[in-house]
C-alpha cells in the first residue's frame, strides 16, 4: 500500500510510484481519492529554494549590501562589531563627523540627475555640512507619520568639489529607488540625531523588505508591483510580499531592523544535536514526537548554499513540528560565511543560524573550517562578528575542546564569543585527536560553563539516560544538554528525560519507530525508485546506530553506558534479537519489510564509523 496516498488522498510521484498499484487505475490514471480535499499537507516543509533564487545564484546576480558594507569595514580596519553601531551616538565628537558624513555617501547609491534638476538643488558648502546634515532629520521626523521611507542623502559637486546635500525622499521598492525634492528644512544642533540618520541610510540600502504596497512618487500613486520605469512585470525577488495566515496581526506586518534580533530561550531545553547524514528531517520528525524541543539541520558547506546547489538546501528544510529550528553552516572565510547568513536571513525561516567549529573530518579541518577555526582567533571573530551583524536571529557556534588532546583552548575562546555577537555556545567535551575514543570530560565543559557566564553554554557528551542527564546537570552549571549519538541509539530518550524513568520499550514498539522513520521518508523523498532507496540508505545508516541498544529488561546493570561495548546476546524474541544484530544483511532484512527488496547486487558500507566500536 501506498502510504502518502492512504494519509493525503494523492500520491504526487503519479505513475512513478513503487508502491503505485493501491492509486493507479486499469487505465493508466493516477487516482485522486478526495478532490475536494487537496494534498496540502504534502507541502508543510519550507525553506526550499526557488527557481529564481536559484539562477540568481548560479549566474552571481543575487547581491548582499550588508556583507558587501562589513567586509568593507575589515578593509579599511574600521570599527566592525554592531554594539559599536548601537552605542554610537555616545561616540560621536565634533572631529569624527566628517567620517560620518563619508560613510553614509559610501553606503547609499544616488540615482544620476541631469544638470537641470541639479540647477535647482542648494549648493552646500563644506563647512555646514553638518548642520545642514541635522537639519535634513528634523524634517525627517516630522514626516515620520506618511507612508514614505524619507532619507536624506549626499553628492559632490562636479564643477566646485563642494559637497551639495540633498534633502530627498528615498522611496525603496526591491532594487528600484527615487527621488523628490524637498523642502529646506530649519536648523538644529541634536549631535544625537546625526548618528541616528547614519543607521537609517544604512539601513535603506541594506533592506529590501521596506516596500509598501502603494507609494507616492512625484505626487502619483504607483502600485508596490510597477517599477518607477512603468514595467509592471517585476521579479518576485524584487518585491518581496508578507504572506499571513489566519488573522493580521502586529507582529504580521512589523518588520525587525538590522539592529534588532529576535531573541530566544535557550535554557533548560533539550538539543537534538546537528548529525551528519543521519539528522535528517524524517529523523528530527522521530525525536520530536519524543520531546526534542531543538531542533537543527545537518551541517551545510556556505560555497555550496552561496552556488546555489539543491542537494546543499535540501539540509536547510524545515517541517512545520519543527517549533524551534536552526541551521548549521561551516566555512573558513568571513565573506562566504557572512554572505551565506544574509542570504539564509532573507530566504529562510530559521529561529537560529549555527557555526561548526567541532568538525574533525580531514576534508573540512584542512581547508581551514570546523576545528581548525579554533585556532585562528583573528578568522574566528571576523566570521562570528559578520555573521552576527547580518543576521536578524541569534547566532549560536558549536565547538570541541581543542584540536589536540593536551592542549585544550576552548576556555580561552569563549569568553570572547559573547562580545563578537553569540548568543550561545556548545561545547563538545572532547577533541578533534580524541575523536570518541575516550569518555567527555564534563568537568572542563563545567569550566567553560563558569566562564560563559552569563551567556548560556551547552553541553554534549556521553548521555544516553536520564541518569547521565541528572548527573552532568548535577557537576556542571551549564544552561541545558545536547544529544547526539544517544538519540541515534533510543530517540525516545527525550521522553525518558522528561518522564525520568526508564523505558523498557519492547521490538514491536521498536519496529513502529522504524516503520514511522519510513513514512516520514517517502514522504520527503517520495515514493519512486529513487525516493525509496534513498529512505532505504539512510534507514540503513540509522540503523548502524540502533542496534546499539540493549533492552531494560535483560541489562546486567542499569543504565547503559555509551561507550561500553555490548557483548552478544539473545534478545526476548526473534525480532528483539535481529534488531541487536551487527550483520548489515540483518539490516537489510528490516529495511525490506517496510520497503521492499532491494536492488540487484545492492550493497551497503555504514558511512559513520566510532573507533570505541572499531
Same mark, same amino acid.
Given at each position: 500500500?501506498?502510504?502518502?496516498?492512504?494519509?493525503?488522498?494523492?500520491?504526487?510521484?503519479?505513475?512513478?510510484?513503487?508502491?503505485?498499484?493501491?492509486?493507479?487505475?486499469?487505465?493508466?490514471?493516477?487516482?485522486?481519492?478526495?478532490?475536494?480535499?487537496?494534498?496540502?499537507?504534502?507541502?508543510?516543509?519550507?525553506? =526550499?529554494?526557488?527557481?529564481?533564487?536559484?539562477?540568481?545564484?548560479?549566474?552571481?546576480?543575487?547581491?548582499?549590501?550588508?556583507?558587501?558594507?562589513?567586509?568593507?569595514?575589515?578593509?579599511?580596519?574600521?570599527?566592525?562589531?554592531?554594539?559599536?553601531?548601537?552605542?554610537? =551616538?555616545?561616540?560621536?565628537?565634533?572631529?569624527?563627523? +566628517?567620517?560620518?558624513?563619508?560613510?553614509?555617501?559610501?553606503?547609499?547609491?544616488?540615482?544620476?540627475?541631469?544638470?537641470?534638476?541639479?540647477?535647482?538643488?542648494?549648493?552646500?558648502?563644506?563647512?555646514?555640512?553638518?548642520?545642514?546634515?541635522?537639519?535634513?532629520?528634523?524634517?525627517?521626523?516630522?514626516?515620520?507619520?506618511?507612508?514614505?521611507? $524619507?532619507?536624506?542623502?549626499?553628492?559632490?559637486?562636479?564643477?566646485?568639489?563642494?559637497?551639495?546635500?540633498?534633502?530627498?525622499?528615498?522611496?525603496?521598492?526591491?532594487?528600484?529607488?527615487?527621488?523628490?525634492?524637498?523642502?529646506?528644512?530649519?536648523?538644529?544642533?541634536?549631535?544625537?540625531?546625526?548618528?541616528?540618520?547614519?543607521?537609517?541610510?544604512?539601513?535603506?540600502?541594506?533592506?529590501?523588505?521596506?516596500?509598501?504596497?502603494?507609494?507616492?512618487?512625484?505626487?502619483?500613486?504607483?502600485?508596490?508591483?510597477?517599477?518607477?520605469? $512603468?514595467?509592471?512585470?517585476?521579479?518576485?525577488?524584487?518585491?518581496?510580499?508578507?504572506?499571513?495566515?489566519?488573522?493580521?496581526?502586529?507582529?504580521?506586518?512589523?518588520?525587525?531592523?538590522?539592529?534588532?534580533?529576535?531573541?530566544?530561550?535557550?535554557?533548560?531545553?533539550? #538539543?537534538?544535536?546537528?548529525?551528519?547524514?543521519?539528522?535528517?528531517?524524517?529523523?528530527?520528525?522521530?525525536?520530536?514526537?519524543?520531546?526534542?524541543?531543538?531542533?537543527?539541520?545537518?551541517?551545510?558547506?556556505?560555497?555550496?548554499?552561496?552556488?546555489?546547489?539543491?542537494?546543499?538546501?535540501?539540509?536547510?528544510?524545515?517541517?512545520?513540528?519543527?517549533?524551534?529550528?536552526?541551521?548549521?553552516?561551516?566555512?573558513?572565510?568571513?565573506?562566504?560565511?557572512?554572505?551565506? !547568513?544574509?542570504?539564509?536571513?532573507?530566504?529562510?525561516?530559521?529561529?537560529?543560524?549555527? &557555526?561548526?567549529? $567541532?568538525?574533525?573530518?580531514?576534508?573540512?579541518?584542512?581547508?581551514?573550517?570546523?576545528?581548525?577555526?579554533?585556532?585562528?582567533?583573528?578568522?574566528?571573530?571576523?566570521?562570528?562578528?559578520?555573521?552576527?551583524?547580518?543576521?536578524?536571529?541569534?547566532?549560536?557556534?558549536?565547538?570541541?575542546?581543542?584540536?589536540?588532546?593536551?592542549?585544550?583552548?576552548?576556555?580561552?575562546?569563549?569568553?570572547?564569543?559573547?562580545?563578537?555577537?553569540?548568543?550561545?555556545?556548545?561545547?563538545? $567535551?572532547?577533541?578533534?585527536?580524541?575523536?570518541?575514543?575516550?569518555?567527555?570530560?564534563?568537568? #572542563?565543559?563545567?569550566?567553560? !560553563?563558569?566562564?560563559?557566564?552569563?551567556?548560556?553554554?551547552?553541553?554534549?557528551? +556521553?548521555?544516553?539516560?536520564?541518569?547521565?542527564?541528572?548527573?552532568?546537570?548535577?557537576?556542571?552549571?551549564?544552561?541545558?544538554?545536547?544529544?547526539?549519538?544517544?538519540?541515534?541509539?533510543?530517540?525516545?530518550?527525550?521522553?525518558?528525560?522528561?518522564?525520568?524513568?526508564?523505558?523498557?520499550?519492547?521490538?514491536?514498539?521498536?519496529?513502529?519507530?522504524?516503520?514511522?522513520?519510513?513514512? #516520514?521518508?517517502?514522504?520527503?523523498?517520495?515514493? +519512486?525508485?529513487?525516493?525509496?532507496?534513498?529512505?532505504?540508505?539512510?534507514?540503513?545508516?540509522?540503523?548502524?546506530?540502533?542496534?546499539?541498544?540493549?533492552?531494560?529488561?535483560?541489562?546486567?546493570?542499569?543504565?547503559?553506558?555509551?561507550?561500553?561495548?555490548?557483548?552478544?546476546?539473545?534478545?526476548?524474541?526473534?525480532?528483539?534479537?535481529?534488531?541487536?544484530?551487527?550483520?548489515?544483511?540483518?539490516?537489510?532484512? &528490516?529495511?525490506?519489510?517496510?520497503?521492499?527488496?532491494?536492488? &540487484?547486487?545492492?550493497?551497503?558500507?555504514?558511512?559513520?564509523?566510532?573507533?570505541? #566500536?572499531?
Amino acid at each position: 500500500h501506498c502510504y502518502i496516498f492512504e494519509t493525503y488522498g494523492f500520491c504526487p510521484s503519479g505513475l512513478a510510484c513503487r508502491f503505485g498499484c493501491s492509486h493507479i487505475s486499469s487505465e493508466q490514471v493516477n487516482i485522486q481519492r478526495d478532490k475536494s480535499h487537496p494534498s496540502s499537507q504534502l507541502n508543510s516543509v519550507c525553506n =526550499v529554494i526557488p527557481r529564481y533564487l536559484q539562477e540568481q545564484l548560479r549566474k552571481r546576480q543575487l547581491k548582499f549590501p550588508r556583507s558587501s558594507m562589513y567586509m568593507k569595514q575589515l578593509k579599511n580596519n574600521q570599527p566592525s562589531d554592531s554594539g559599536d553601531m548601537k552605542r554610537g =551616538v555616545d561616540l560621536v565628537t565634533p572631529e569624527s563627523r +566628517d567620517e560620518i558624513v563619508d560613510k553614509i555617501e559610501d553606503s547609499v547609491l544616488v540615482p544620476e540627475i541631469n544638470d537641470s534638476e541639479k540647477a535647482s538643488e542648494p549648493v552646500v558648502t563644506e563647512g555646514s555640512t553638518t548642520d545642514a546634515l541635522v537639519t535634513g532629520l528634523e524634517e525627517e521626523h516630522k514626516r515620520s507619520s506618511e507612508n514614505m521611507v $524619507g532619507e536624506t542623502c549626499l553628492e559632490y559637486d562636479n564643477t566646485s568639489g563642494n559637497k551639495k546635500l540633498f534633502n530627498e525622499e528615498i522611496i525603496v521598492r526591491g532594487n528600484e529607488s527615487e527621488r523628490t525634492s524637498l523642502s529646506d528644512s530649519k536648523s538644529g544642533e541634536d549631535i544625537s540625531a546625526v548618528m541616528d540618520l547614519c543607521v537609517d541610510v544604512m539601513n535603506v540600502s541594506s533592506n529590501e523588505d521596506r516596500s509598501k504596497d502603494k507609494c507616492s512618487v512625484n505626487n502619483k500613486v504607483v502600485d508596490a508591483d510597477t517599477k518607477v520605469t $512603468g514595467n509592471p512585470h517585476v521579479h518576485p525577488s524584487d518585491n518581496p510580499r508578507t504572506h499571513t495566515s489566519g488573522s493580521l496581526t502586529n507582529e504580521d506586518l512589523v518588520k525587525l531592523k538590522p539592529l534588532e534580533k529576535k531573541k530566544v530561550d535557550f535554557r533548560d531545553k533539550l #538539543y537534538l544535536a546537528p548529525l551528519t547524514t543521519v539528522g535528517n528531517l524524517p529523523f528530527r520528525r522521530i525525536c520530536k514526537r519524543y520531546g526534542a524541543d531543538i531542533t537543527c539541520g545537518e551541517m551545510a558547506m556556505s560555497t555550496n548554499l552561496l552556488q546555489g546547489q539543491q542537494s546543499e538546501w535540501a539540509l536547510l528544510k524545515r517541517h512545520e513540528s519543527e517549533d524551534l529550528f536552526g541551521v548549521q553552516v561551516c566555512g573558513s572565510f568571513p565573506d562566504t560565511m557572512t554572505r551565506c !547568513a544574509e542570504l539564509i536571513s532573507s530566504h529562510c525561516t530559521v529561529d537560529f543560524v549555527d &557555526i561548526n567549529v $567541532g568538525c574533525p573530518i580531514d576534508l573540512v579541518f584542512k581547508k581551514g573550517a570546523g576545528c581548525a577555526l579554533m585556532q585562528r582567533k583573528t578568522r574566528f571573530q571576523q566570521i562570528v562578528t559578520g555573521m552576527s551583524q547580518v543576521l536578524d536571529c541569534p547566532l549560536t557556534v558549536k565547538m570541541r575542546t581543542g584540536i589536540y588532546d593536551k592542549s585544550w583552548n576552548a576556555h580561552k575562546l569563549i569568553p570572547n564569543l559573547h562580545d563578537w555577537g553569540a548568543s550561545l555556545v556548545t561545547v563538545h $567535551g572532547r577533541s578533534r585527536e580524541q575523536r570518541y575514543t575516550k569518555l567527555a570530560d564534563w568537568k #572542563y565543559i563545567n569550566q567553560c !560553563a563558569q566562564i560563559a557566564d552569563p551567556m548560556p553554554l551547552f553541553g554534549n557528551g +556521553d548521555i544516553l539516560s536520564f541518569e547521565d542527564y541528572n548527573l552532568f546537570r548535577e557537576m556542571s552549571s551549564v544552561a541545558g544538554v545536547m544529544v547526539a549519538r544517544g538519540a541515534l541509539i533510543k530517540p525516545w530518550i527525550f521522553t525518558e528525560i522528561k518522564e525520568q524513568r526508564h523505558w523498557d520499550i519492547s521490538s514491536s514498539e521498536r519496529l513502529d519507530i522504524i516503520k514511522e522513520y519510513t513514512h #516520514y521518508g517517502l514522504e520527503h523523498w517520495g515514493s +519512486d525508485t529513487q525516493g525509496v532507496e534513498r529512505t532505504r540508505r539512510f534507514l540503513l545508516e540509522w540503523l548502524s546506530f540502533l542496534h546499539r541498544y540493549i533492552p531494560v529488561g535483560i541489562l546486567e546493570r542499569v543504565p547503559q553506558r555509551i561507550n561500553e561495548r555490548p557483548p552478544y546476546y539473545e534478545g526476548r524474541d526473534e525480532m528483539e534479537t535481529l534488531m541487536s544484530s551487527r550483520n548489515c544483511q540483518d539490516w537489510i532484512k &528490516i529495511s525490506e519489510m517496510f520497503l521492499g527488496p532491494v536492488p &540487484i547486487n545492492f550493497s551497503f558500507l555504514p558511512k559513520h564509523k566510532a573507533n570505541s #566500536y572499531s
